[in-house]
């Protein structure tokens, strides 16, 4: 027995060494072709990337008449050093647009995306709060710690060549949406919440699309087919949204796990305390049952609140709602 369980031991090394060589050829492969870059090609590929990176930057600069700033050379923590002194924003009028364009610099630099697009928002208030979060970047620059920075990058690299996809990817929530699943009665305490926080987003998304929403009760794992209706109402709605808009609805929809919730935060109806209480309501239960796993529970939570608190903010600066 112990020859025949070191025999499957080696044979589940191989063939994960396998399936790990595999996914590397593939991660360095270049668009369609199929297979693994030699050591020259890859050196070549990395050399043209640079020459495209150089060209960008040049047009940048030819356009908007300054010089760039971009984050790169990350250490393994996510994380470099501060090269600037001085944050501010700059008011811009681009050739391509009519409307006034507030742009970061760092020490009279313009900020790019990791995509090499001009860092800049249609509104002032925005883009001083962004300015904020690269302002509170003290000995280093960490990443996840700009959420609205995370927003815009996802607005300039990400919905315009993904919009399709993001779209999609939101609509597909209203299959799984947390809202549309209720628990037994027997279990009061989740059914009581779940009624105090979905019912009414629920209410008030069936006057929105002048539709019935369908909801799975009792505990049942069943999926909640709703009426078409809805998901052509929902698509022709998100269509409307503008790239700013769109980003930040979607990372809404990412962190709330429901695309009725997301709509109502996105229109003003529930703020974000009312959406966390109201997606997290199962969690929250489980809680109040077994406890809180310190620095996993919480963590969590501070992370989605920290998420979708800049997600809402950012949703409601670009359409230019007072907060």
């Known amino acids: 027995p112990a020859f025949f369980i070191l ?13 790990c060589t595999s996914r590397f050829a593939f991660s360095i492969g270049v668009g369609n072709r199929g297979y693994a870059m030699s050591q020259k090609e890859l050196l070549k590929h990395q050399e043209r990337l640079r020459i495209e990176e150089e060209e960008k930057r040049e047009k940048i600069m030819k356009e908007q008449g300054k010089k760039t700033a971009k984050i790169e050379h990350l250490d393994p923590k996510g994380q470099t050093k501060r090269w600037f002194k001085q944050v501010s924003v700059d008011q811009f009028h681009s050739k ?6 507030y742009r970061i610099l760092l020490d009279d630099r313009i900020v790019l995306t990791p995509g090499f ?12 709060a962004v300015a904020a979060e690269w302002d509170m970047q003290v000995k280093t620059i960490t990443p996840h710690m700009m959420p609205l920075m995370g927003v815009c ?4 690299d990400s919905i315009p060549v993904k919009r399709d996809h993001a779209i999609s990817n939101i609509l597909g929530y209203i299959l799984t949406d947390t809202l549309c699943y209720r628990a037994k009665k027997a279990t009061r305490r989740l059914y009581d919440a779940q009624v105090k926080y979905h019912q009414p ?3 008030w998304s069936q006057e929105r ?4 929403i369908n909801i799975i009760d009792e505990g049942s794992i069943l999926e909640a087919e709703q009426p078409d209706i809805i998901f052509q109402k929902a698509r022709w709605y998100l269509n409307e949204l503008t790239d700013f808009e769109l980003a930040a609805f979607y990372q809404q929809t990412e962190n709330v796990k429901s695309f009725f919730l997301s709509l109502a ?14 997606s997290r309501a ?3 239960f489980q809680i109040s049952q077994y406890g809180l796993v310190e620095a996993e529970h919480d963590v969590t939570e501070a992370d989605i609140r920290t998420k979708l608190g800049a997600a809402v903010l950012f949703g409601r600066l670009v359409r230019g709602i007072e907060i």
């Open 7 to 19: 025999c499957c031991l080696f044979m589940l090394c191989r063939l994960a060494r396998q399936t």
């Open 96 to 101: 391509a647009s009519k409307s006034a364009q």
């Open 117 to 128: 697009f001009p860092l800049w928002t249609p509104s002032e208030v925005l883009s001083h």
């Open 153 to 156: 990058c996802t607005a300039f």
């Open 201 to 203: 987003v629920i209410e």
């Open 209 to 212: 699309f002048n539709s019935k």
């Open 265 to 278: 935060l996105f229109e003003n109806v529930i703020d974000v305390d009312w959406a966390i209480q109201a």
């Open 282 to 284: 199962e969690e929250n």
